[in-house]
Structure formats: structure tokens, C-alpha cells
T-cell receptor, first 115, second 115 residues
Framework: EAGVAQSPRYKIIEKRQSVAFWCNPISGHATLYWYQQILGQGPKLLIQFQNNGVVDDSQLPKDRFSAERLKGVDSTLKIQPAKLEDSAVYLC?????????????FGQGTRLTVV | DAKTTQPNSMESNEEEPVHLPCNHSTISGTDYIHWYRQLPSQGPEYVIHGLTSNVNNRMASLAIAEDRKSSTLILHRATLRDAAVYYCILRDFLAGGTSYGKLTFGQGTILTVHP
């Protein structure tokens, strides 16, 4: 089966610019996660969707980050305006209903460099 | 969120067994124990999960203490391809819980495998 697709793979932008990342989860997966992984650290959950509703966005910097999951399928994560400290790998993951307790599948990630 | 504690790093020789420990003394009755690993420049990948009983799959074995306050991931014969960061995660499977389905990563254990 096809995995979690993310694009772009790499992005370099200047601070104060905006950027968007796209994620296409595995077909039929109701749960979608966005993570931020700074070099040398574990992934940090930014937002979790259940279908097209937000379950958890407690660690999303809402003054500059936004995410949506239209129709409960694809998702986009946006940063506007970007700061130097946003340089990181942004990972998208998906899984079936959490109650089924199956594994989450991760994409390759988008490496963002803010200069 | 329930927390896990893992050693920062461990080393092993190729073709020897590896035991990766994890402490989770505040685990709740609705938490499953999940293990993921992250190879260099890739997104995390699922390894194994369990609730109370020991579990085996093609990748590894999971030994869970009787009181569930600790667990051990066992790689029976380490290979160079097993060199990765290993994450022990508690995942709540109770619908309606505030951390339902959430995957919270810690720092993980960096496993180095020597030829």
C-alpha cells in the first residue's frame, strides 16, 4: 500500500516569509498528526486531527502556525511568518482510528531551513 | 501525558542481542506501550506494541513487567541496519480521553551497533 506522502522534501526560505507543507495520508486513515523535529530532539506533536476535526493542538504556536484537513483527507501546515527557530523537519503521520490501537505511519518529512 | 524514561544511548555488537529498557511508572490502565525507531534521515517507523502480555513480531520482542511500570524492547540479533534512535511511547486507547491516540515522543535511546 502507498505510504504517507509529503511535499516538498526540502524548503529554504528567509525569515518572515511564509511556507506551506502538504501531506497525503494513507487511504482510510482517520487520524493525522503533524510533528516538528528539531535536530537532535525527538518529534514534537504540533497538531492531531481525527477526520477533519482537531483533537489536540496544544503545542501549535497559533500566532504563526496553522493547519487544516479539508474533507478529512489531505492536510496542509502553514507557517506565517517564519522565524529562524522554525528550522526543523516537519513530519506527517497517519493511523486508523486510535481505538483500534494500530501503528502510525510516518512520511519522509519536509526539511525546512529558515535563513 | 504519561512519561517514559530511557537511557540516552546504548551500544551493541553485530549479531548480539540488545535489550532496550524503558521506565513508565505513571502508566495508566488505558495506555498501550508502543516502540518506534527512527533511522537516520527518515521518519519514525513502528516496531511493536503491547498492553500487558509479552509480544513478539518479526522485528523484535517486547517484554512488559507484571506491574507495567517498565518494559524492554529486545532485538534478538542486532544488525548494522538496527542502528537508530528507539522511542518508547505510551498511547492512550480510551475514546474520549484527553490524550486519545496521542503519540508523544521523548528523547529516545540512540543505539549504536558495532561490526
Amino acid at each position: 500500500e502507498a505510504g504517507v506522502a509529503q511535499s516538498p522534501r526540502y524548503k529554504i526560505i528567509e525569515k518572515r516569509q511564509s511556507v506551506a507543507f502538504w501531506c497525503n495520508p494513507i487511504s482510510g486513515h482517520a487520524t493525522l498528526y503533524w510533528y516538528q523535529q528539531i535536530l537532535g530532539q525527538g518529534p514534537k506533536l504540533l497538531i492531531q486531527f481525527q477526520n477533519n476535526g482537531v483533537v489536540d493542538d496544544s503545542q501549535l504556536p497559533k500566532d504563526r502556525f496553522s493547519a487544516e484537513r479539508l474533507k478529512g483527507v489531505d492536510s496542509t501546515l502553514k507557517i506565517q511568518p517564519a522565524k529562524l527557530e522554525d528550522s526543523a523537519v516537519y513530519l506527517c503521520a497517519s493511523s486508523l482510528e486510535p481505538g483500534m490501537n494500530t501503528e502510525a505511519f510516518f512520511g519522509q518529512g519536509t526539511r525546512l531551513t529558515v535563513v | 501525558d504519561a512519561k517514559t524514561t530511557q537511557p540516552n544511548s546504548m551500544e551493541s555488537n553485530e549479531e548480539e542481542p540488545v535489550h532496550l529498557p524503558c521506565n513508565h511508572s505513571t502508566i495508566s490502565g488505558t495506555d498501550y506501550i508502543h516502540w518506534y525507531r527512527q533511522l537516520p534521515s527518515q521518519g519514525p517507523e513502528y516496531v511493536i506494541h503491547g498492553l500487558t502480555s509479552n509480544v513478539n513480531n518479526r522485528m523484535a520482542s517486547l517484554a512488559i513487567a507484571e506491574d507495567r511500570k517498565s518494559s524492554t524492547l529486545i532485538l534478538h540479533r542486532a544488525t548494522l541496519r538496527d542502528a537508530a534512535v528507539y522511542y518508547c511511547i505510551l498511547r492512550d486507547f480510551l475514546a474520549g480521553g484527553t490524550s486519545y491516540g496521542k503519540l508523544t515522543f521523548g528523547q529516545g535511546t540512540i543505539l549504536t551497533v558495532h561490526p
